[in-house]
């Protein structure tokens, strides 16, 4: 079993001491010097006990074992287990229930009669906040030391490019404390792990997620000036994070998340440090890997969980056949969403770097943003097609699916303008819905494929419209996703994770788990897009009846010469 490569730093920089006071620093440090091994995940832990849980489907929710607390030390809730199942009375449901602290659901949140939709989401930020700056011994979830904002439903811990979106909303609601809370606790997890893990749990410890943490603290610093240059060593961390072993890369070769091309350009890609299934979802897992014998299920496993790293789990982008998820293979295709994301974290660092008086690291960042532009416009561009897409490292071409990821050139200001036009176009003409802009063209059953629209995706169509000049557009895809969560909060008094894009008022299906309530990021999306539809002198709490008339046009973005 592949153990994952993780950092544990003695201490804790100076800018974050700065940053979250001598009492996080106190409390980073004490942790440090007593724990001296990695959190284990619960299947590590519990090993063929937690195998033989999962098996049983004792839970309808492979998530609610891996998230129970062991009420003793595992080691000895395993030795017991090996001596009571084979006795023929032996009850493992029993056995659970005494011997571990399964997670508790808190009650159903029920808002207050006839509230707007801006009340009603403003009322939800107290309910969907956590503080749990310790955790018991055996736990699964790891502490951290300022409140923060889960999504909702199942997802009882943070989640990494979830909560940029939750953050968007939180500042239209003026919440700058608790989106302070998250920066730094983000920050927190750079300097104690190296990276920030997809959720604050051990099981996510090998992965990441889109790395949304420089747009965080860009964020965070209108409103603290300093924040760019307090969080500068973390971006940077964060940064190093994701180019590790890119100094030695061979052309045509690549190593964990970073891919050198056959001309030498540096890309990056998602990637697990695991090849086991996902505690999360190990039934589910073993299957998929059983269903293709002509793979090894390690090569599977390493696919799904990479995939959940890139946060579309689970989508026809990532597999040969759209019909079989066994045929995934996330690891072998170079995202243009994560490549414009990366793009942008090095722009920010720049401009941090340059804020604090170091001229030439912001060149060098820009250098580096420089040629992964290049490289972005030529290997992630289709020309025969007019949109961007992912890269084929088997077939060594661009992929030829369209999806709600080729407007994130546009979102970072990495497009060139008339490339950014033809984006403009094709997302018009066949990702524009009744409901919002779908996620593929393509209907699989996976929650990240079409009907499916969701929260992140309109936003980032929304502001890489914009960016570009293209605002009727921008404003129409506002227009419609609000309508939906309009229509679906009318008639079910509450946001959902995902919506159905082909009309209006219908939650989104598909995927792993039945359809979530909260949701942080729909949240946060529909506060944003509520004021920039509604003129500010006059802010609305619903979305209006009649379409507003779209604001003047902003100028387009610097063109950028296409490769």
């Not at 965080?216 to 209108?222: H, N, P, Q, Y």
Request: with cysteine.
């Amino acid at each position: 079993m592949n153990k994952p490569v993780l950092r544990r730093p003695d201490t804790l920089s100076l800018a974050l001491r700065l940053a979250l006071g001598g009492a996080l620093f106190s409390l980073g440090l004490a942790c440090a010097q007593a724990d001296e091994a990695q959190p284990q995940s619960p299947d590590v832990l519990l090993g063929p006990l937690f195998n033989d849980v999962q098996s049983a489907k004792l839970f309808p929710d492979q998530k609610t074992f891996a998230d129970a607390v062991p009420n003793s030390d595992p080691l000895m809730i395993l030795a017991d287990y090996r001596m009571q199942r084979s006795q023929s009375s032996f009850d493992l449901r029993h056995f659970v229930d005494v011997n571990f602290t399964l997670p508790q659901e808190k009650d159903k949140y029920v808002p207050p009669k006839d509230q707007s939709l801006r009340d009603h989401i403003d009322g939800l930020w107290p309910v969907l906040t956590r503080t749990t700056d310790k955790a018991e011994k055996w736990d699964s979830l790891l502490p951290l030391p300022k409140p923060y904002v889960v999504p909702g439903g199942r997802f009882r811990e943070v989640y990494y490019w979830d909560s940029y979106f939750t953050m968007l909303g939180l500042a239209e609601s003026g919440h700058w404390d608790k989106i302070e809370d998250m920066v730094a606790n983000f920050a927190y997890e750079i300097d104690t792990w190296g990276h920030i893990p997809n959720g604050n749990r051990s099981y996510y410890l090998s992965r990441s997620q889109p790395p949304f943490f420089s747009l965080m603290v860009e964020l965070l610093a209108t409103h603290e000036p300093d924040a760019l240059k307090t969080y500068l060593p973390q971006m940077e961390k964060e940064h190093a994070y994701w180019m590790e072993g890119a100094e030695s890369l061979q052309n045509g070769s690549a190593n964990k998340r970073v891919v050198k091309l056959d001309d030498g350009a540096l890309l990056n890609r998602y990637w697990d440090d695991k090849d086991t299934p996902r505690p999360e979802s190990w039934l589910d897992d073993v299957n998929t890997a059983k269903s293709n014998p002509n793979r090894p299920a390690t090569e599977i496993y390493r696919d799904l969980r990479s995939a959940a790293a890139s946060g579309w789990d689970f989508s026809s982008r990532w597999m040969d056949d759209p019909q079989k998820l066994s045929t995934i293979r996330t690891t072998s295709i170079v995202p243009v969403d994560l490549n414009s994301l990366m793009f942008r974290m090095e722009k920010i660092i720049a401009t941090a770097s340059k804020a604090a008086g170091d001229d030439a690291k912001a060149s060098r960042y820009n250098a580096l943003a420089g040629d992964r532009q290049k490289a972005m416009e030529k290997y992630l561009w289709n020309d025969k097609e007019g949109w961007y897409a992912d890269y084929d490292l088997k077939s060594k071409k661009v992929r030829n699916q369209l999806t709600a990821a080729a407007l994130f050139p546009l979102y970072v200001h990495a497009a060139s303008n008339d490339r950014a036009a033809k984006v403009a176009a094709v997302t018009e003409s066949r990702l524009l819905k009744p409901g919002g802009i779908t996620t593929t063209t393509v209907n699989s059953g996976q929650q990240w494929d079409a009907p499916n629209g969701w929260a992140p995706l309109q936003w980032v169509a929304t502001e890489g419209l914009q960016n570009y000049g293209k605002e009727k557009l921008a404003m129409e895809v506002s227009w419609r996703f609000l309508t939906n969560v309009q229509h679906t909060y009318d008639s079910q008094q509450k946001l959902v994770e995902k919506y159905d894009i082909t009309s209006t008022g219908t939650g989104g299906g598909g995927g792993e788990y039945p359809l979530q309530d909260g949701f942080g990021w729909s949240n946060g999306v529909t506060l944003k897009m509520l004021d920039l539809i509604c003129p500010k002198e006059k802010p609305c709490d619903d979305v209006p009846k009649n379409r507003p008339a779209p604001a003047p046009a902003a100028p387009s973005a610097p063109a950028t010469k296409a490769q």
